[in-house]
């Protein structure tokens, strides 16, 4: 999700366009954030713990987790295609990701559900030793500064870039009433997820309106920023893109929903660990390089269609 980073004017349209954009475009229409509970099952991470010791980078990981075999993750699995649950059964992108770097380290991920604006604190309370739920890697979030009063409120996360993604913007189909860009939002009802990029990004659009303001509607979960979308409450939602475009192909047997205007503020998602364990941040770098050359990763990006986002590298703190 992207979420939560320093506000951008939609204006400046960031990354997106500097980058070429992540033209995550059509190749992503196929392909997922609540309450405290842990999914016991082997999804999500697998049982990848069964290779233990004799995983590749397993020498590489804190003795914490070498004695438990298993990585705490937090995670708002109401995110598809990124995170979500089928069935009960946690799956997406991320769960995909988190068990084939878990067979490189000898490990089992196990997912937790939460707010994703609970995650941070998750984070610096142990309950999760891992943050992985489309989190933008941002340098807010780096530094521990709070993206509206700009000032330092944590000591920071460290990132372990693995994904590309941007903003879009949707409407209900064929009532688009118009907009294309950030800049039409002025005076419209916008639906979006709390904490995320997409709520900041209406905040810093709204500031800028010379008449009627935006009406924001925030949201524990994109699922309900959906469905007050669905149901006529607001003109237009904003959601990282293969989220919307997941939503625009599903939603009503892709009836619900159309993507209006290009993406915006691409950046890339990263999974989100403390400063103060550096050596779990490095093992996961490792395990992700490793999954890129041997094309894993390429694999799990295909199943999801997602593929216009991969990375070639794994970075660390690479969000700006």
């Known amino acids: ?24 475009a059509g190749a992503l ?14 999804d999500g991470g697998g049982d990848s713990s069964s290779a233990g010791a004799s995983a590749p980078l397993f020498d ?14 937090g995670s708002d699995i109401a995110y598809p295609p990124v995170e979500y649950k ?28 939460s707010k994703f604006d609970a995650l941070v604190a998750g984070l610096r309370s142990k309950r999760y030793a891992v943050a992985m739920s489309a989190m933008t890697d941002t340098k807010d979030r780096q530094e521990g500064v709070d993206p509206k009063t700009k000032k330092k409120v944590t000591d920071g996360l460290d990132f372990v870039d693995y994904f590309q993604a941007g903003v879009s913007l949707y409407t209900p189909k064929g009532k688009t009433q118009g907009i294309k860009d950030w ?13 995320t990029v997409s709520h900041d990004l209406a905040l810093a659009q709204s500031e800028k309106c010379e008449g009627d303001k935006i009406s924001i509607e925030a949201f524990d979960t994109d699922v309900l920023a959906q469905t007050r979308l ?16 997941y939503a625009v192909k599903t939603s009503g047997g892709g009836n619900d929903f159309e993507i209006v205007g290009d993406q915006v503020e691409a950046a890339p998602y990263g999974i989100a ?3 103060t364990d550096p050596q779990l941040r490095d093992a996961i770098k490792a395990a992700l390089d490793n999954i890129i050359k041997s094309g894993e990763y390429a694999k799990i990006l295909d199943k999801w269609n997602v593929k216009a986002g991969a990375i070639k590298e794994a970075r660390i703190n690479g969000g700006s």
Request: glycine letters at 12%; charged letters at 25%; proline letters at 5%.
């Open 230 to 245: 669905r149901g006529g409450g607001a003109d237009v939602g904003a959601s990282d893109f293969p989220v919307a475009a």
């Open 273 to 275: 660990i403390p400063k």
């Open 60 to 73: 590489k990981l804190p003795q914490s987790v070498k004695s438990s075999r298993v990585i705490q993750v």
């Open 183 to 195: 800049k039409d939002l002025c005076g419209k009802k916008v639906a979006v997820q709390r904490g």
């Open 1 to 24: 999700m992207t979420a939560s980073t320093t506000p951008r004017p939609a204006a400046a349209r960031s990354r997106l366009a500097a980058a070429g954009a992540i033209a995550v």
């Open 86 to 113: 089928d069935g009960g059964k946690t799956v997406g992108l991320d769960p995909d990701i988190a068990d084939a770097l878990g067979k490189q380290l000898g490990v089992r991920f196990e997912f937790n559900n």
């Open 29 to 42: 229409l196929l392909t997922g954030c609540g309450d405290q509970t842990k999914d016991k099952s082997k």
